[in-house]
């Protein structure tokens, strides 16, 4: 804990600096906006403003993404409260008693609650992840490429037994962005590879930037408009400085469920798949069951907004641990912030804190940064950004088109890139309608290449023996995890399965 | 069409890429190399492989009706969100398209008159002020703060004077 202390103080200082400190300040303002509007999340911001970054140096440019994503967090509440519409799935779990609340006229009420808790569940996991990452991070130093790549199939297992969705189409999505990373030049013999038609803008592969925002940005648009129709109900807010007082001193109804909803939150996060969205839902059920009003949820209790709210902020910190300490990301969000840091040259994984300790502390004590100014302009503005949700969507949806188009232009600076982009983007939409979840693919471009790396490099030490990555501890239990959680949902089927045969066979007697 | 008979349209289209991918990948060396370990093309080789394995198991599964896609009887693309959808994509194709022909700066000023005047239906003082301030913004951001210069194809020319102003 001493030694973590002048670390972190240092990092403190270094996201003070008045470009990281204006970074953070625009980072949470611009979260908070695209976290509220329906549709779009944090991983959309990162996704389509990535590019943008390129403005700044790369402490600053992660930190600005990363301030992004925390903001967003905390915006999904807003639109959940005022709109009836989760901002992002992460805050679905919001609306349930935000939505009753906003329709009583207490919204002002909800949209504190959340404000506050999501300070909570930020301060709660920040501190969680100035302690555990270090350790985790020296512990990782012991990983060779058998352990990375084990660990990355114990990642795309987590997405087939804990993502909840078709499980063939969520295998079909991870292998899609696994082959896609692998186009361009071959990593080791440097023949190229997966050339369609000798196009030459496949020589220096597919960027992952370019499949992140033609299916974050292009795709979700497309689904969004799809969905809304651009048509919204926003429910009015008029809160005074005396309001806010009142309703922060409503705290201590949810401070202990929230407290605990953090904990969880954070810990879901860590794993990759889980993340955000469950964690906010198990949350808002384990408040519900602490509650002494149980039956007040889903009619208008300040709980229900505070649990998800703290769960998903956790969560969001959560799933930076994996992707600073083991290269590993825990969110798409994280995957494309991962894929950013390669582009800066700064690869994630244990060596980074030996490597570049001012940046990841840097990092980290913007972490504790954002999650002030944030809840401070949260609370500030939250009229402003009610009003920019009545924003038309055909005022929107032109202006991310074109950040999408040139940011998917900038960083290979050609139209090839661009073309792509758009198919993806097309391609997104048609999959995501008939429930291929895309996240999965976006995390596999990010990791293929590091994938492919290392289960080379253990085959070639292994002269091919495949059992390499049985025999050695880490990677053996890695991969034994793999299995089982890949097994999960067949089991869980099994047993309903029975469970329904069981419960209908008296049935079938009468 | 229904979401059903999409399930099966995409499952044995994905089948499909999924060996044009296998086909493609053994174009290189699939098996071993001495001193090299896996060939080139093992990795995208196995990986499509097994892309074609769980599409055949999403037609397998469309036949027994297993997903809820398979047994949607609703439309896919339905009549009230097509036009939607489709003038979205449209408009993005054509930006595509423009910027190929006069350049991305004249494109955008056409995308964002139609988009906003003839989808939005937005007045003509706020259509005209984000014709011209949006490309101006993105000039500024990528050519001036970035140094990436955005494709402009014949209006190239035209912006002669202004990489005077900006590198004299």
Request: aromatic share 10%; proline share 6%.
């Amino acid at each position: 804990m001493e030694s973590i202390l002048p670390l972190l103080g240092a990092g403190i200082l270094e996201a003070l600096q008045p470009v990281n400190l204006t970074m953070i300040v625009l980072g949470c303002a611009i979260g908070l906006l695209v976290g509220a509007m329906p549709g779009l999340g944090s991983v959309n911001g990162v996704a389509i403003l990535l590019p943008i970054t390129f403005l700044v140096p790369p402490t600053a440019a992660i930190i600005f993404l990363a301030a992004i994503y925390y903001g967003a967090m905390y915006g999904g509440a807003i639109s959940s409260i005022t709109l009836g519409i989760p901002g992002a799935s992460t805050a679905v779990a919001t609306v349930f008693d935000g939505r009753p609340l906003a329709q009583s006229g207490r919204a002002d009420q909800a949209l504190s609650a959340a404000a506050v808790a999501s300070f909570i569940g930020g301060t709660i996991s920040v501190v969680l992840f100035t302690l555990f990452a270090p350790p985790l991070a020296a512990f990782a130093l012991k990983f060779g490429p058998p352990e990375e790549f084990a660990l990355m199939v114990l990642a795309f297992a987590t997405f087939i037994g804990l993502g909840g969705d078709d499980i063939p189409k969520t295998i079909f999505s991870i292998l899609i962005g696994l082959v896609l990373a692998s186009v361009g030049l071959d990593i080791i013999s440097g023949q190229p590879r997966l050339i369609f038609g000798d196009i030459s803008g496949f020589l220096h592969g597919v960027n992952f930037l370019v499949l992140a925002i033609g299916i974050y940005g292009i795709g979700e648009m497309l689904w969004t408009l799809e969905t809304t129709r651009g048509k919204v109900v926003v429910h009015k807010v008029r809160m005074s400085f005396r309001d806010l007082l009142r309703n922060l001193a409503d705290i201590k109804q949810y401070i202990g469920t929230t407290s605990l909803g953090s904990f969880l939150g954070y810990f879901v996060g860590t794993l990759p798949a889980a993340g955000a969205t469950p964690a906010s839902l198990m949350s808002y059920g384990l408040a519900k069951t602490f509650s002494k009003e149980p039956e007040s949820f889903g009619k208008g209790n300040v709980s229900g907004v505070a649990a998800p709210e703290a769960a998903n902020n956790a969560a969001s910190t959560g799933s930076m641990l994996p992707m600073i300490t083991l290269g590993i990301p825990g969110s798409p969000t994280t995957a494309i912030l991962l894929g950013g840091m390669i582009i800066w040259g700064l690869r994630p994984g244990p060596l980074l804190f030996s490597e570049h300790p001012d940046f990841v502390w840097g990092l980290i004590g913007s972490l504790y940064i954002a999650n002030l100014v944030t809840v401070l302009i949260n609370l500030a503005f939250i009229p402003l950004f009610v009003k920019v949700l009545t924003l038309p969507f055909t005022i929107l949806a032109p202006i991310i088109y074109i950040l999408c188009i040139v940011g998917g232009y900038a960083p290979t600076q050609t139209m090839h890139d661009v073309w792509l982009m758009f198919l993806f983007g097309i391609a997104g939409y048609l999959l995501r309608k008939l429930n291929y979840p895309v996240a999965p693919a976006v995390l596999a471009i990010v990791l293929g290449p590091l994938a492919e790396r290392s289960l080379r490099q253990s085959l070639l030490a292994s002269q091919g023996d495949m059992f390499t990555f049985i025999e050695r501890p880490i990677s053996g239990v890695c991969i034994l995890f793999a299995l089982a959680l890949m097994s999960y949902p067949v089991v869980r089927r099994f047993r309903k399965k029975r469970a329904a045969r069981n419960g209908s066979a008296p049935d079938a007697e009468a | 069409m229904t979401v059903r008979t999409a399930e099966l349209l995409m499952a044995v289209v994905c089948a499909l890429c999924s060996v044009g991918l296998m086909i493609k990948s053994a174009e290189l060396n699939i098996g071993w190399v001495e001193g090299r370990g896996p060939g080139a093309g093992a990795w995208p080789f196995w990986l499509s492989a097994g892309m074609l394995a769980v599409s055949l198991l999403t037609v397998y599964r469309w036949f027994g009706r297993v997903t809820a896609e398979s047994r949607s009887t609703e439309p896919y693309l339905s009549r009230e969100n097509l036009p939607v959808v489709g003038v979205s994509a449209g408009s993005i194709l054509f930006l595509l398209v423009a910027t190929h022909l006069i350049g991305i700066y004249a494109a955008l000023f056409l995308f964002l008159m139609f988009y906003l005047k003839f989808v939005g239906r937005h007045s003509w003082p706020l259509t005209s002020v984000l014709m011209v301030a949006l490309p101006v913004f993105i000039f500024c951001l990528f050519e001036w703060a970035l140094k990436i210069p955005l494709p402009k194809s014949v209006t190239e020319p035209l912006f002669y004077p202004i990489y005077e102003l900006m590198y004299s």
